[in-house]
């Protein structure tokens, strides 16, 4: 990459959003951690708790995609859904959010961190981040 992060993405405990009343696929599994299923692609993600996977952390809901603590492209970001792509509600992942960027069919609203409120959404920035991750992020056995 040949630009320097001028941040660091970690993981970390997912955040909770009170009133949140969507409900999502998950399995539970002692030995294998939480499955957290992309709605757009229908990749499954090994994550630590529900709705929160290395990689899969964002959701969908109320015409918004809201980035959460987890994901490598949009944590604590907001996009409005612009142009309808068959899903309204569930869990999405990193590589479904640069795609509906990239095709037009969601834009950047804001960041909800103040340090990151100026920084407009590179997508090309975070595709070339995500690759770079890639090796670090837990598929649910596929």
Known sequence: MSQPLDFVFERGMPMSVPGYPVVYSTEEDSDKGVKVHCAVCGRDYKGDSPHQAYGCASSIDNGQISGG???VVADFT?????QDFGV????????????LFDAGKIIHVKNELPEDSERPFNSKYYRQYLD???????FYGN
Request: glycine share 8%; hydrophobic share 35%.
């Open 88 to 99: 309204t509600q569930g869990d999405i992942c990193d590589e479904c959010i640069l795609n």
């Open 69 to 71: 603590y987890g994901s």
């Open 78 to 82: 907001i996009f409005n859904i612009v």
């Open 132 to 138: 770079s991750v890639k090796h670090e992020i837990e």
